[in-house]
């Protein structure tokens, strides 16, 4: 199984940047896809963009102009860059690590960490 632990959310100022960090453990090898979503009180979650273990990125087309992710595999470590953040970019952000079919398991979910845009 995949652990994963996320850090680096705050309080920031509108127009301001944050990078937040999703570090995985366990089973890493069994890691095929990096996820990131978030979710805001009172809505669904909503998908960021993913990484896969190549290191090929894709985001929802809201996000491209501000967000980005990359990962560090010497660190097992993937990454959620965001620029002029606004207050809506307030939320839980979620990272998940989607498993390759053939290692048979469910996909691990991180606790979360929480966003505060201040305007």
């Known amino acids: 199984q995949v652990q994963l632990l996320e850090s680096g959310g705050g309080v920031v100022q509108a127009g301001g940047s944050l990078k937040l960090s999703c570090a995985a453990s366990?089973?890493?090898?069994?890691?095929?896809?990096m996820v990131w979503f978030r979710q805001a009180p009172g809505k669904e979650r909503e998908l960021i963009g993913a990484?896969?273990?190549?290191?090929?990125?894709n985001l929802e087309k809201s996000m491209w102009a501000r967000f980005s992710i990359s990962r560090d595999d010497a660190k097992n470590t993937a990454y959620l860059q965001m620029i002029g953040l606004k207050p809506e970019d307030s939320a839980v952000y979620y990272c998940?690590?989607?498993?390759?079919?053939?290692?048979?398991?469910?996909?691990?979910w991180g606790q979360g960490t929480q966003v505060t845009v201040s305007s």
């Open positions: 990484i896969t273990v190549r290191g090929a990125s």
């Open positions: 998940y690590a989607e498993p390759f079919p053939s290692c048979g398991t469910t996909g691990s």
């Open positions: 366990g089973d890493i090898s069994c890691i095929s896809t």
